[in-house]
């Protein structure tokens, strides 16, 4: 299989307390995964070690079939990832919306026809386009959420790390986001505690308990075990 993100006996500690260990991922390309697991479990650290931002204590990080030895490693593989941080307010580099999404692709030398012609698409897109012109410190919870969103989205990035995406967005919102990420051709990791959103858009399920990663759920097969986290109406998709 050709894989996105490979974590192989990956385990990490916050000085002598150990957050989780023995960690084996593979995401494929294109392929959809999702992280489920109690708060402090440690599911926002997985993310954080596949973006270069937290240390492993142990194991192998390989991205885009490249092993993650060097920071050099992160930043270039960076350019192909999108990381949608749990806390939205982390992500604002510039006050107005529309400047916002566009920074990445302004910092990298897109133009400003592009730019402009690319940040419409996305607001539009994700039907936050009357958003465009205000001020990001203004807008609720979830608006920040999906303006970061689209900044993340913008990059088009060949795999999306999503921390909570569905927070703070009402329900309606949740499905048009869960039509979206479906409809992306891109590998995805989400990291919710929204059982229906993922069941949406992922194939696996893996849960995060007790410090160790496990397949909870393999969508496109069968339910493996089941668990308190994975509910009754939990079904195998049919399409
Ligand atoms: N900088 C830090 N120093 C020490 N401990 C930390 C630090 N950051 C996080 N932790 C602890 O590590 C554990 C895992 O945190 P993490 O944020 O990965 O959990 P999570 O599964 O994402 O939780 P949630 O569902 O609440 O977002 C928690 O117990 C947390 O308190
Ligand atoms: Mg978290």
Redesign the pocket.
């Known amino acids: 299989m050709s894989c996105s993100l490979k974590l192989a006996a990956l385990s990490f500690a916050?000085g002598d307390r150990e957050?989780w260990s023995g960690v084996d991922l593979s995401v494929g390309h294109k392929e959809k995964v999702a992280i489920i697991?109690a708060?402090?479990?440690?599911?926002?650290?997985i993310l954080e070690c596949i973006a270069g931002l937290a240390k492993p204590l142990s194991g192998q990080i390989e991205l885009f079939h490249k092993p993650m030895i060097s920071r050099a490693d992160f930043e270039a593989a960076l350019r192909q990832i999108g990381y949608l941080l749990?806390d939205a307010d982390d992500h604002f580099l510039c006050p107005i919306v529309e400047d916002d999404v566009a920074f990445s692709l302004l910092a990298n030398g897109i133009s400003r026809d592009e730019a402009h012609e690319k940040t419409e698409r996305i607001l539009r897109e994700l039907g936050i386009d009357a958003l465009a012109k205000k001020v990001v410190y203004n807008l609720s919870g979830g608006e920040k959420k999906l303006v970061a969103l689209a900044g993340v989205l913008i990059k088009e990035p060949s795999l999306l790390l999503l921390d909570e995406p569905t927070n703070a967005l009402d329900y309606s919102y949740q499905l048009r986001l869960a039509e979206i990420l479906s409809a992306l051709e891109q590998s995805i990791v989400i990291?919710s505690h929204n059982q229906e959103f993922i069941e949406r858009i992922v194939g696996k399920i893996y849960l995060l308990e007790r410090g160790v990663l496990t397949l909870a759920a393999d969508l496109k097969r069968e339910i493996l075990h089941s668990h308190d986290e994975l509910p009754p109406h939990t079904h195998p998709h049919t399409h």
Do not use: H, R, S
């Not at 708060?39 to 650290?45: E, I, L, S, V």
């Open positions: 916050y957050v697991g708060n402090g479990c440690g599911k926002t650290t749990q990291v």
